[in-house]
């Protein structure tokens, strides 16, 4: 089974400052998909943002970006501008692409001081 | 439906019970997936149907745990004899087509919380 381990219990950022998320996975195979998810309160959990591996190129979806380095196999989310309304929890998950299982870390709270 | 959709929002049950949990997925996708998210937790897998049919119920903890999708669609999820540990939020998720290899995203419902007392 893959692991996701996210070593950040907490986060904290200034409005309109930046914060990364840190999220390494243990993997043997070549070609997955990681994902950062999105759950505030209302526990609709929300896709962030979607990294397929055999891309090099970080994805970017507005002020969320991420740094893909699989050779360490790490993968980190960058929340630039924050906002009030990112305050949230937020997952790390990966899937094999000859798998369908979404194996998640144990989450990074993120609070927003305004 | 607009997005996937889990009813009832928060079930109270007592100890020994059964109850039923209800996921509609995002219409025309064929793939539904159910998580279990215990409290401080991240989600995981329960169970994953590929059209009518469980095909991979590994995650399932044990035989109380039993789920359904008789027609494609709407979900299931049924527990049995309930125990105080089987408190969690429950989550379900569709995906347009499931089968790997794929490029799939699951899109998550809101999840019900059940709290056995």
């Known amino acids: 089974a893959q692991t996701v381990t996210q070593s950040q219990p907490e986060m904290s950022v200034q409005e309109a400052e930046t914060v990364t998320l840190s999220c390494t996975y243990d993997t043997s195979e070549s070609d997955y998909y990681l994902f950062w998810y999105k759950q505030p309160p209302s526990r609709q959990m929300i896709l962030v943002i979607r990294?397929?591996?055999?891309?090099?190129q970080n994805a970017t979806e507005n002020r969320f970006s991420v740094n893909f380095q699989k050779a360490a196999k790490s993968f980190s989310l960058k929340i630039s501008d924050s906002q009030l309304g990112d305050a949230a929890m937020y997952f790390c998950a990966y899937r094999s692409r000859n798998d369908y299982k979404l194996s998640f870390g144990a989450g990074t709270t993120v609070t927003v001081r305004a | 439906g607009a997005g996937v959709s889990q009813t009832p929002s928060n079930k109270v049950t007592e100890k020994g019970k059964y109850v039923e949990l209800r996921c509609d997925p995002i219409?025309?996708?064929?793939?539904l997936y159910w998580y279990r998210q215990s409290l401080g937790q991240g989600p995981e897998f329960l169970i994953y149907?590929?059209?009518?049919?469980?095909?991979?119920d590994s995650g399932l903890p044990n035989d109380r745990f039993f789920a359904v999708r008789p027609e494609g669609s709407v979900s299931t999820l049924k527990i049995q004899r309930t125990e105080r540990g089987d408190s969690a939020v429950y989550l379900c998720?569709?995906?347009?087509?499931?089968?790997?290899?794929?490029?799939?995203?699951?899109?998550f419902g809101p999840g019900t919380r059940l709290t056995v007392l």
């Open positions: 990294q397929e591996a055999y891309k090099q």
């Open positions: 998720a569709s995906s347009l087509i499931g089968t790997a290899p794929s490029t799939d995203t699951q899109y």
């Open positions: 219409s025309g996708h064929t793939a």
């Open positions: 149907f590929q059209g009518t049919g469980a095909a991979d």
